[in-house]
């Protein structure tokens, strides 16, 4: 049963992540940058410093991959490296559980759902609920 839903969730990855690639959309990499800012103000040298800064740039490079680290999550999920695929899957589409809830909380106080899918098109936000729905199955 655990492998059908992995499966499931790879088959689901794939057209996420070419819907995500087509459309351009890609990880928080605004985020990751200003993280990136803030380690390189805090720490001056060291080995702490160099050890952030490279995982950060792994972080950004994922990321701005986009749909391609959304279907290379899905091939792991398939391959039963479910959490390293989960996570990827959520990189590349800059989808979690707080994105969901900020988007739920900007809809009801702004009430303008037009600007909302307006913000990734209808592609993008078919390719974000796939992708959201193949991390959610994989198990």
């Known amino acids: 049963m655990i492998k059908k839903r992995n499966t499931t969730a790879f088959l689901i990855s794939v057209p996420a992540g070419l819907l ?6 890609q990880g928080p990499t605004g985020i990751y940058f200003l993280i990136l800012d803030y380690v390189n103000g805090l720490l001056t040298t060291g080995a702490i410093k160099s050890f952030l800064v490279f995982g950060l740039l792994v972080l ?3 990321s701005s991959l986009g749909g391609l680290t959304v279907i290379a999550g899905g091939f792991l999920i398939l391959k039963d490296h479910v959490s390293t695929g989960k996570f990827l899957i959520g990189i590349g589409a800059g989808i979690s ?3 969901v809830l900020f ?31 193949a991390r959610s199955i994989a198990r």
């Open 97 to 99: 559980i707080f994105l």
């Open 103 to 133: 988007l739920l909380i900007t809809l009801f106080t702004s009430g303008d759902l037009s600007s909302l899918i307006a913000q990734y098109g209808v592609v993008g936000w078919i390719g974000i609920i796939l992708a959201f729905l």
């Open 60 to 62: 950004i490079l994922l």
């Open 20 to 25: 995500l690639f087509i459309k351009g959309i």
